[in-house]
């Protein structure tokens, strides 16, 4: 059975860091494109990050280019988001999700394009 599991969410206060990671059981990542998406309350779900398969391609929402950064370990079939200067509007649940193959890397912005889904992790910042 194909699994997405989120972990390292939690409390932090702003300007903290948190450390994502989507770690994938019953298949391997390494040809997925791996999305990260979150979904605050009463608010749509938003594409936060995207990386390529290889890892060579990347893209992020602007209002986190800079704090946040993608990556993955294909060795260890994980793929993380590093967040920095956390803010308050940066609350939501997190998801992470894959797909392959993706045709068109621009798309991975869109939670339409995935197939796989984890759980989500919460992800709060407050003082």
């Known amino acids: 059975q194909l699994q997405l599991v989120e972990s390292g969410g939690g409390l932090v206060q702003p300007g903290g860091s948190l450390r994502l990671s989507c770690a994938a059981s019953g298949f391997t990542l390494d040809r997925y494109v791996i999305g990260w998406f979150r979904q605050a309350p009463g608010k749509e779900r938003e594409g936060v990050s995207c990386i390529s398969s290889s890892g060579g391609s990347t893209k992020y929402k602007d209002s986190v280019k800079g704090r946040f950064t993608i990556s993955r370990d294909n060795a260890k079939n994980t793929v993380y988001l590093q967040m920095n200067s956390l803010k308050p509007e940066d609350t939501a649940v997190y998801y992470c999700?894959?797909?392959?193959?993706?045709?068109?890397?621009?798309?991975?912005?869109?939670?339409?394009?995935?197939?796989?889904w984890g759980q989500g992790t919460q992800v709060t910042i407050s003082s």
């Open positions: 999700a894959a797909v392959t193959p993706l045709r068109l890397f621009n798309l991975c912005v869109l939670s339409g394009a995935y197939d796989y």
